[in-house]
C-alpha cells in the first residue's frame, strides 16, 4: 500500500492552485481509508507505518525544501486521520461496507469525509507554518480539510465497490454496461468542463454532468455512482486546472475557484452514493421478500420437516446470511440441530451462553467481526425450538431488518412444524379408524357367514315344507337386509385396502355385454319393488381385459343409486367402444344432483342429500372412482337438479396379463 500512496500522492501534487499548499483533492486519502477498511485489525499497525513512511518519503524526496519536522507533522496526520476515520466506521458503521446502505454512505461521510480529515487539516498547517510561517491558517486549513474529505469520497468508493466480485463471468454484461456508461460520462464530462470559449459559460452548466451520474447510480448501484463520479471529477478537475469549463471561466480568484469545485466535487459524489444506495436498499428489501416468499413455498410443499427445513437452510444460505441453523426440542427435553447450512464449530461458539436455554424473544448481538440474529421458534403458542441468522460482518445500523426477517421467517417454520403435526396427528388417527373398521368389518363377516347359511337352509327346508308364501317373502325380505349388510362391511374392507395400497387386481378376459346383463338381470327383483324398468343399449360383442368382480361391484354401485334416487322412472344402461375405451353410461330421471356436488360426491363418506331420507354410507362412488381409476379409467357424472344424472364410466379395453401371454404360448 506504501507504493499506491506515495504514487497518489504525487498525482495530487498537480492538483494545486497557486497560493495554496495543499491539493484541490487528496487521493491517497482515500485509498488508505478503504486499505483499513478491507483488512483485519491485526494488519492495522503495519499499513499504517507504510502510510507514514510514504507520506514522509515523499515529502522530503519532492524537492520543496520541506523541513523534516514539517515531512513528521504531516506524516503523522495522514495516518491519523486514517486511523480515525476506519475506526469510526468500523465502530458506528461495520466491518463489511460497500455502501450498498444508506448508513454505510452516511457513515463514510461523517467519519471518513468531515470529522477523520480535522486531525490531517490541524496537522498540515502546523506543518505549513513550521515550515513557511505564519499565514492565512483558517482559508488554509478549510482547504486541506476539504481537500483530504473530498479524496476520501471520491477514492474509497472506487476501491471498496471495485471488489473481485464485480469482475465474476456471470455479470460480464454488467461490465460491459458499465464501460459504456463511463464512455457516454466522459465523453460528456470532457464536453461540459472542457468548453473550448470559456467565456460567459457559468458554474450550473457544471450540473449538466449529473443525469450521467445518477444514470450510473441507478443502473449499477455503488459500483456505477463511484465510477461514474470518478469519471467526472477527474475531467473537471483536469479541465478546471486549465481555466476550463464552468470553474475555470468564472474570473474569480483561484480560492474561490478552487472551494467552488471542491464543493461540486462533495455535492457530486454523496448525491450519487446516496441515490445508489437507497436503490440499492429497496432491491435488497425485494430479494428479501422473494426469499421469504419461496421459503414459504418450500415449507408447504412437504410435510416432512426433517426434508423442508435443510432446503430452507440451503436458501438461506449465502442469500440473506453466511450461516443458517435451526433447533428443536425433542421430547426428551434437549435440543436438537435439524438443519443447517454454512455452520461450524466457531459458529457454534458464538451460541454459547444465548442457546441454550430457548430464547423467548430475539435477539441480536455483535462479536468482533460478526453478527449473530437468536429468534425462538414457537409451536402451539410455546417455544419449541430457535433458529440462528449469522453474517460475517458487523453490521451495525442492520439490526431491525435482520430481526424481522428471522422472526418472519421462525414463524413461517413454526407454522409448518404445527401444520406437519396436525398432519401426523390426522394420519395416525386416520390409521387408527382403518384399523379399527378393518377389524370391526372381519369380526361383523364371520357371524354373518353363518347367518346367510343358515337363512339359506332354512329357505331350502321351508320349499320343502311348502310354507306359506308369506313366510317365505318374509324370509327373503330379512335375506336381502342380509345381503345388504354384508355389502357394507365389503364396502367398509375395501376402504380400508384402498387407504393401505392394498387393492388387488386379477385381470381376466371379459364379455362386457354379457357382464352387463346378468348385473342387470340380478337387480331385475329391486327394481321391480323400485317401479322402474331397467335398459340396455348399445354395441354387441365387446371383450375387455378386467378385474370382473371389481367391475361388477363398480356398475353395481352405481345401479343401486339410479333405482335408490330415481325410484318411478326408467333406468337405462348404454354400453358403447370408443376406439381403445369402453363406455358405461348409467342415465336415471330422478331427483339429479346439484352443481356444487358434481365432484364432491366422489370422495369418501361425502353424499349430494341427506343420509335420514336416502340412508347409506356414502362409499359406494368412492369405491367405484377407485375401480375405475386402477384399471386405468375414469368416471364422471352429468345432471341436471330435477331432471336425473348419467353416470359415465370410460375403461380402457386393455390387455392380457403378460404372465397369461406368456402361458399360452405354445412350447417347443
Known amino acids: 500500500m506504501g507504493g499506491s500512496f506515495f504514487g497518489l500522492g504525487l498525482l495530487s501534487g498537480r492538483f494545486v492552485f497557486p497560493s495554496h499548499p495543499s491539493a484541490v483533492l487528496w487521493l491517497p486519502g482515500g485509498l488508505s481509508l478503504a486499505f483499513l477498511l478491507r483488512s483485519p485489525r491485526q494488519d492495522w499497525p503495519a499499513l499504517l507505518a507504510a502510510v507514514f513512511l510514504a507520506e514522509f518519503t515523499s515529502v522530503l524526496m519532492h524537492g520543496i525544501g520541506a523541513p523534516v519536522g514539517t515531512a513528521a507533522l504531516w506524516g503523522l496526520g495522514n495516518v491519523l486521520r486514517t486511523l480515525v476515520g476506519a475506526w469510526l466506521i468500523s465502530r458506528f458503521v461495520g466491518t463489511s461496507v460497500r455502501l450498498s446502505r444508506s448508513w454505510e454512505v452516511a457513515g463514510l461521510f461523517l467519519f471518513g469525509g468531515v470529522a477523520s480529515p480535522i486531525a490531517s487539516a490541524t496537522l498540515g498547517v502546523l506543518g505549513a507554518m513550521l515550515w513557511m510561517g505564519p499565514s492565512s491558517s483558517v482559508s488554509h486549513w478549510v482547504a486541506w480539510w476539504l481537500s483530504d474529505g473530498l479524496g476520501t469520497l471520491l477514492v474509497a468508493p472506487l476501491l471498496l465497490t471495485w471488489t473481485p466480485a464485480a469482475f465474476q463471468p456471470k455479470r460480464l454484461h454488467r461490465l460491459i454496461e458499465l ?11 470532457n464536453f461540459i468542463f472542457g468548453h473550448p470559449e470559456p467565456e460567459g459559460i457559468r458554474a450550473s452548466l457544471a450540473y449538466a454532468s449529473f443525469p450521467f451520474v445518477l444514470w450510473g447510480a441507478l443502473r449499477l448501484g455503488p459500483l456505477g455512482a463511484a465510477s461514474t463520479s470518478a469519471v467526472v471529477a477527474t475531467l473537471a478537475l483536469w479541465h478546471t486546472l486549465h481555466h476550463q469549463g464552468p470553474f475555470g471561466a468564472l474570473g474569480a480568484p483561484p480560492q474561490q475557484e478552487e472551494f467552488s469545485l471542491q464543493l461540486f466535487l462533495a455535492l457530486l459524489g454523496l448525491t450519487a452514493l446516496t441515490l445508489a444506495a437507497v436503490a440499492s436498499e429497496r432491491r435488497r428489501t425485494e430479494q428479501l421478500q422473494q426469499l421469504l416468499v419461496e421459503a414459504g413455498a418450500v415449507l408447504a410443499a412437504s410435510m416432512e420437516s426433517r426434508g423442508t427445513l435443510p432446503r430452507v437452510a440451503r436458501l438461506m444460505v449465502p442469500r440473506a446470511c453466511t450461516g443458517f441453523a435451526v433447533w428443536l426440542e425433542t421430547k426428551s427435553g434437549l435440543l436438537e440441530r435439524v438443519a443447517q447450512a454454512g455452520w461450524s464449530a466457531d459458529r457454534e461458539a458464538l451460541l454459547r451462553g444465548h442457546l441454550p436455554p430457548l430464547p423467548t424473544t430475539s435477539r441480536r448481538w455483535r462479536t468482533e467481526d460478526s453478527t449473530v440474529v437468536l429468534a425462538p421458534l414457537r409451536i402451539r403458542g410455546s417455544v419449541r425450538g430457535a433458529l440462528v441468522f449469522m453474517k460475517d460482518e458487523r453490521a451495525v445500523c442492520e439490526g431491525r431488518m435482520d430481526l424481522a426477517l428471522a422472526e418472519d421467517l421462525a414463524h413461517r417454520c413454526g407454522m409448518a412444524l404445527e401444520s406437519a403435526r396436525l398432519f401426523m396427528e390426522a394420519q395416525e388417527a386416520i390409521e387408527a379408524r382403518n384399523e379399527f373398521i378393518a377389524i370391526a368389518a372381519h369380526e361383523l363377516r364371520t357371524p354373518l357367514t353363518a347367518l346367510t ?24 325380505a330379512t335375506f336381502r337386509q342380509i345381503v345388504r349388510l354384508t355389502q357394507l362391511i365389503e364396502r367398509l374392507l375395501d376402504v380400508g385396502r384402498i387407504t393401505t395400497g392394498r387393492l388387488e387386481l386379477h385381470r381376466e378376459q371379459v364379455d362386457v355385454n354379457g357382464l352387463v346383463e346378468q348385473l342387470v338381470e340380478s337387480f331385475a327383483e329391486e327394481a321391480s319393488r323400485a317401479g322402474s324398468e331397467l335398459r340396455i343399449k348399445g354395441d354387441m360383442g365387446l371383450m375387455a381385459w378386467w378385474d370382473r368382480g371389481r367391475i361388477e361391484q363398480a356398475l353395481a354401485n352405481l345401479l343401486a343409486n339410479a333405482l335408490k334416487f330415481g325410484m318411478g322412472h326408467p333406468i337405462e344402461v348404454l354400453v358403447t367402444r370408443q376406439g381403445p375405451w369402453v363406455r358405461i353410461a348409467v342415465r336415471d330421471e330422478g331427483i339429479g344432483i346439484a352443481p356444487e356436488a358434481l365432484e364432491r360426491i366422489f370422495e369418501r363418506f361425502e353424499r349430494a342429500v341427506s343420509s335420514r331420507r336416502y340412508g347409506g354410507l356414502g362409499l359406494g362412488l368412492f369405491l367405484t372412482r377407485q375401480i375405475a381409476e386402477s384399471h386405468g379409467g375414469t368416471i364422471h357424472v352429468e345432471s341436471t337438479p330435477g331432471t336425473g344424472a348419467t353416470f359415465v364410466l370410460q375403461l380402457p379395453v386393455g390387455q392380457q396379463p403378460q404372465a397369461e401371454q406368456e402361458a399360452a404360448r405354445p412350447h417347443g
Open 179 to 189: 464501460g459504456v456508461t463511463l464512455a457516454v460520462t466522459a465523453l460528456a464530462a
Open 453 to 476: 347359511l343358515r337363512m339359506r337352509s332354512l329357505d331350502a327346508l321351508l320349499q320343502r315344507e311348502r310354507a306359506s308364501h308369506e313366510v317365505r317373502e318374509k324370509l327373503r
